[in-house]
C-alpha cells in the first residue's frame, strides 16, 4: 500500500516561522518570531480507495453462516433445605433461700438503766486480731449456725459497742471469749495464771449487752470472792454484782432479788441456801447463766455441794477449772454431771471420753501461748482476813496505834516499824488460831498447778512464816531456802527441787539471794508477803528468772485488803507513778523506791515528831 | 426490688458469687447495719451454664449469671433496702442494669480491673475502646462502679462516707463465703 501523502509539513502549514526555539547545536533556547501567512492550499490527489477484494476459502463463511445450536438446561438453584438446629436458651431457674435475723440495735437498745457509774471512759481498744464466732458442733440447725458465722469478729462486736478495756487481751483470750460465747455448756480449763477470769466476764458481758443473758450466777470459793469483785471492776465496770451474803433473811431477799444481772455467791452458801434456791418461785433464782468457778469443787457428784449445785435452775452452764481431771477421768464425770447430766458415764474410756468432751473443754497451757505472753505475768491476790484473823488484826492495831499515841514525842521509827511488822504478820497468820486466808489460797492455787505438773517459788520476808507454810504444805514436798539453811545445804536444797518432780513448792526469803535459780522448774512466784521496797521483790523474781529461759513466769502479790498491807501499797504505788510520770523517758533502772519516815507514820494517821530520830537514810528506811 | 427501708439505719448489702467446679455456682447476698451486724442473708441454690450458653454467650456469659440472674434473684429475694450493694466479683456490676441502687465493686488488694479509668492512652495509635468501669477513692478504699453509672460515686460517698474509715467493706465477704459453705455442707 502506498503511504498516503497527505502529511502536511510545518513549512506548509505555516509554521515555519517557528523555529529555532532550540538550536540542537548551541544548547541555548532562543525564540524568533517571524512574519506569519495562511499556508498555501494543499495539493489534493485523488486516489481510488475502491480496494480489491478476493475470497479464498477459510472456513469460516459456513462457519458464520450456521445457525447457532442453543441448549437449554434446567439447573435447580434451590438446593438442599438445611437442616435447623434450634437451641434453646432457657433462662436458669434460681432458687434462694433466706435466712432473717432480728434487728441487733433495736433489740440492744441502751446500756442497761440501773448499771453503775463507770469509769472515766478509755480509748477502745484497736485490736490487730479479728477473732471470728464459730457455731458449736452441737448446733444443728443452719439458720442457728449461720447466726453465729455471720456476725462480725468479736472484736468488732465489742468495739461497736463501746465496750472498753484496761488493756488489750492477749489473742488467746479473744478466742476463748469466742468458746465461750456461743455454748450452752462449756468448760474452760486454762492453766492457772492464763486469765480465766477475765475471759469469762468478757463473754458473759457481751451476752449481757446483747440480750442473750439477763440473768447470771457465778459461784466461786469463798477466799475467790473479793478477787472476782476486783475483776468485775476492771473488765465490767457498767455491769452491777450483787454478793450473796450476811444472815440468812437477807439472802433469801437476795436471792430472790428478780432485776439483778450478776449475782455472786460462794459454794457454801449453795449448800446452805439450797432450800430457797429449790423453793422460789420467782425469776430471781432461775438462770441464764451460771459460771462455776475452781468447778473441781463439784467433781464428787454425791457431796452435798455438787447436789446443792445441780439444783440451780439454770439455762447455760459454764465450769472454769485449771485441774479439769485432777486425780482421774472420772473427776470431769462428776463435771459434766452438773453441765450434761448422763452425757458420760464413769466407765467411759479415757479416749472415747476424749472424743466426747472435745467440743466442750478448752484448755491451753502457758507453753502452747507463749509467744503471745510476756516474760512475767503479775497478778494481785486482794484477800480478806479471816473471822479470827481480823478479830485480832483489829485488836492489835487498836492497842499499838494507842500505846504509840500515848508516847507522845518519844515516839520514835522503830516503835511504828514494831507494830507494822506486828500486823503484818497478823496478815500472814492469826497467831492464836493459826488461820490464814493467804494459805487458804496459795493452797487452791498449789493444787491447781501441781495438778499440771508445774512448780512454785513462794517468797516471804519471815523464816517462821516459811516454816509455818513448810508444815501446812507437806503434800506439796515443800523444800527451805533462807537464812538457817547452810551454804553447804542450799545446792543440794536447789538441786533437789530442779529434779525430784514431788518436790513442787521452793520456801525462799527475800533476803536469800547470790545463787541463780533455774526458773525453767519454777513458772509460778507467790509473794506472800511484800517487802517495802518494789525494786528488792523485783531483785528476787529477777534472781530467779534468768535471761533466755523458756516459759514466762506468773507473778502473784498476795494483798489483804483493809489492813497496813494495802496502805503500804498504796504509797508505794503512788511513788511508782509519780517517778515513771517525771522520769519517762529516762533510760537505766527505776530507783530503789521506800517509804520516807513521814509516810510509816501517816500509815496510823500519827504525826511525824520533830525528835524522831532517823535508823536508816529516810529514802531507804523502808527498803 | 425491696420492700421497706430498714428503720433509720444504715443498711449495706454484700453480694458475692462462688463457683465451686463440682457443683456449680452459688450466690450469696448479706445485708449489714452499720455496725457490721448481719439483718438478712440470701444464698442461692447452685447453677450451672449449658455448653450451648458457654458458646452463644461467649464474653457476656458471666455478666448474665452474675448480674443478671444470680444478682437480681438474690436482690429481689431481700426485704430491706441498702443504700448500696457492694461485690468482689465484677461481672456482678451487671446487677446495676436491674436495681435502683449503686453497685460497687470492691477490687482486691493491690489488683485492679483492667478497664477502670486509669488506662493508658497512646498519641500514635489508636485509643483504646473508653474504660467501662470507673474507679473512685472513698476513705482508705478504692471502689469501682460501670461507668454507665458513674454518677453514684457521688450517691455512694454520701451514703458510706461516714463509715469508710471505720468499716472494712472486704470482711463481709469472708462470712457469705463461710456461711455458703455451711449451706452447702448442710444441705
Redesign the interface.
Known amino acids: 500500500m502506498e503511504e498516503p501523502k497527505s502529511r502536511a509539513s510545518m513549512g506548509d502549514l505555516g509554521l515555519a516561522g517557528i523555529g529555532g526555539l532550540c538550536a540542537p547545536d548551541s544548547g541555548a533556547a532562543s525564540i524568533a518570531v517571524r512574519s506569519w501567512r495562511p499556508p498555501q492550499a494543499p495539493n489534493v490527489v485523488a486516489e481510488n480507495l475502491a480496494l480489491g477484494a478476493a475470497v479464498f476459502p477459510t472456513g469460516w463463511n459456513r462457519a458464520v453462516a450456521r445457525q447457532p445450536e442453543i441448549k437449554a438446561i434446567r439447573q435447580e438453584t434451590k438446593g438442599e433445605t438445611p437442616r435447623v438446629v434450634s437451641?434453646?436458651?432457657r433462662?436458669?431457674v434460681?432458687?434462694?433461700?433466706?435466712?432473717?435475723?432480728p434487728?441487733?440495735?433495736?433489740q440492744l437498745g441502751a446500756p442497761p438503766a440501773h448499771a453503775s457509774p463507770a469509769p472515766a471512759p478509755q480509748a477502745p481498744i484497736k485490736p490487730a486480731s479479728?477473732t471470728r464466732l464459730k457455731?458449736p458442733a452441737d448446733v444443728i440447725k443452719?439458720a442457728d449456725?449461720?447466726?453465729y458465722?455471720?456476725?462480725?469478729?468479736l472484736e468488732?462486736?465489742l468495739e461497736?459497742r463501746s465496750l472498753t478495756f484496761p488493756f488489750a487481751p492477749f489473742a488467746y483470750q479473744w478466742e476463748g471469749v469466742a468458746f465461750l460465747y456461743p455454748r450452752q455448756t462449756a468448760i474452760l480449763a486454762d492453766e492457772m495464771g492464763l486469765g480465766k477470769t477475765m475471759q469469762a466476764i468478757t463473754a458473759l458481758r457481751l451476752l449481757l449487752h446483747a440480750g442473750e443473758a439477763n440473768r447470771v450466777l457465778l459461784v466461786c470459793p469463798k477466799p475467790l470472792v473479793t478477787n472476782w469483785q476486783r475483776e468485775f471492776h476492771v473488765w465490767a465496770p457498767e455491769i452491777p454484782l450483787l454478793v450473796i451474803e450476811g444472815d440468812q433473811a437477807r439472802r433469801r431477799w437476795q436471792w430472790e432479788l428478780p432485776d439483778v444481772p450478776v449475782k455472786l455467791a460462794n459454794y457454801e452458801l449453795l449448800h446452805r441456801d439450797r432450800e430457797i434456791l429449790e423453793g422460789s418461785q420467782g425469776s430471781g433464782t432461775d438462770f441464764d447463766l451460771v459460771i462455776l468457778d475452781e468447778s473441781q469443787r463439784i467433781k464428787n457428784r454425791l457431796s452435798a455441794t455438787s447436789q446443792a449445785a445441780r439444783a440451780i435452775r439454770r439455762r447455760r452452764v459454764w465450769a472454769m477449772t485449771g485441774t479439769p481431771i485432777e486425780n482421774s477421768p472420772d473427776d470431769l464425770v462428776g463435771i459434766f454431771d452438773f453441765l450434761m447430766p448422763g452425757y458420760l458415764a464413769p466407765s467411759m474410756a479415757p479416749r472415747r471420753m476424749a472424743r466426747a468432751v472435745g467440743d466442750y473443754v478448752l484448755r491451753r497451757t502457758k507453753d502452747q501461748v507463749l509467744a503471745d505472753l510476756p516474760p512475767k505475768l503479775f497478778r494481785d491476790a486482794e484477800l480478806e482476813l479471816t473471822p479470827s484473823q481480823r478479830e485480832t488484826y483489829t485488836l492489835a492495831e487498836e492497842e499499838g496505834v494507842l500505846r504509840l499515841t500515848e508516847l507522845g514525842d518519844s515516839v520514835t521509827i522503830q516503835h511504828v516499824f514494831e507494830l507494822v511488822l506486828r500486823l503484818k504478820q497478823i496478815c500472814n497468820f492469826d497467831p492464836a488460831t493459826g488461820d490464814s486466808s493467804k494459805l487458804e489460797r496459795l493452797e487452791a492455787d498449789l493444787e491447781e498447778l501441781a495438778a499440771s505438773g508445774r512448780k512454785a517459788l513462794v517468797f516471804s520476808q519471815w523464816v517462821d512464816t516459811l516454816q509455818r507454810l513448810r508444815d501446812r504444805l507437806q503434800r506439796f514436798g515443800p523444800l527451805e531456802f533462807h537464812g538457817r539453811v547452810s551454804p553447804r545445804q542450799r545446792e543440794a536444797v536447789l538441786r533437789q527441787f530442779r529434779e525430784d518432780p514431788d518436790r513442787r513448792v521452793l520456801l525462799i526469803s527475800y533476803g536469800a539471794g547470790g545463787v541463780g535459780l533455774n526458773l525453767q522448774f519454777a513458772s509460778y512466784v507467790f509473794l506472800f508477803d511484800r517487802w517495802w521496797n518494789p525494786a528488792i521483790e523485783d531483785q528476787a523474781i529477777n534472781r530467779a528468772h534468768r535471761i533466755g529461759s523458756s516459759g514466762p513466769v506468773t507473778v502473784t502479790r498476795f494483798l489483804v485488803v483493809d489492813t497496813i498491807e494495802e496502805r503500804i501499797d498504796r504509797i508505794l504505788q503512788e511513788k511508782r507513778e509519780l517517778f515513771d510520770t517525771v522520769f519517762a523517758s529516762a533510760a537505766g533502772p527505776r530507783p530503789k523506791i521506800g517509804l520516807t519516815q513521814q509516810q510509816i507514820f501517816s500509815l496510823f494517821e500519827l504525826k511525824c515528831p520533830a525528835s524522831a530520830v532517823p535508823s536508816a537514810d529516810p529514802r531507804g528506811a523502808a527498803a | 426490688m425491696h420492700v421497706s427501708d430498714a428503720k433509720s439505719n444504715l443498711a449495706i448489702g454484700f453480694l458475692t458469687v462462688i463457683d465451686y467446679p463440682e457443683h456449680g455456682l452459688f450466690g450469696g447476698y448479706l445485708i449489714l447495719n452499720q455496725l457490721s451486724r448481719p439483718l438478712e442473708f440470701h444464698c442461692t441454690t447452685p447453677i450451672k451454664p449449658t455448653r450451648a450458653q458457654q458458646i452463644l454467650y461467649g464474653p457476656t456469659l458471666q455478666p448474665y449469671l452474675y448480674g443478671e440472674q444470680i444478682g437480681r434473684t438474690l436482690a429481689a429475694s431481700a426485704k430491706t433496702r441498702p443504700v448500696a450493694v457492694l461485690t468482689d466479683r465484677e461481672p456482678a456490676l451487671a446487677l446495676r442494669e436491674f436495681v435502683d441502687v449503686p453497685v460497687v465493686l470492691v477490687p482486691e488488694q493491690g489488683g485492679s480491673s483492667a478497664d477502670a479509668n486509669d488506662a493508658v492512652y497512646r498519641i500514635d495509635a489508636a485509643h483504646p475502646t473508653p474504660a467501662r468501669l470507673t474507679a473512685f477513692s472513698l476513705g482508705p478504699h478504692r471502689l469501682i462502679v460501670p461507668s454507665s453509672s458513674a454518677a453514684d460515686r457521688e450517691a455512694v460517698a454520701a451514703a458510706l462516707g461516714g463509715i469508710a474509715d471505720s468499716f472494712d467493706f472486704r470482711e463481709p465477704f469472708e462470712r457469705i463465703r463461710e456461711a455458703i459453705e455451711e449451706a452447702r455442707r448442710g444441705g
Open positions: 437451641v434453646p436458651i433462662h436458669p434460681i432458687r434462694a433461700r433466706s435466712f432473717l435475723f434487728d441487733p440495735v433495736a479479728r457455731p443452719l449456725r449461720l447466726r458465722v455471720l456476725q462480725p469478729s468488732t462486736l461497736s
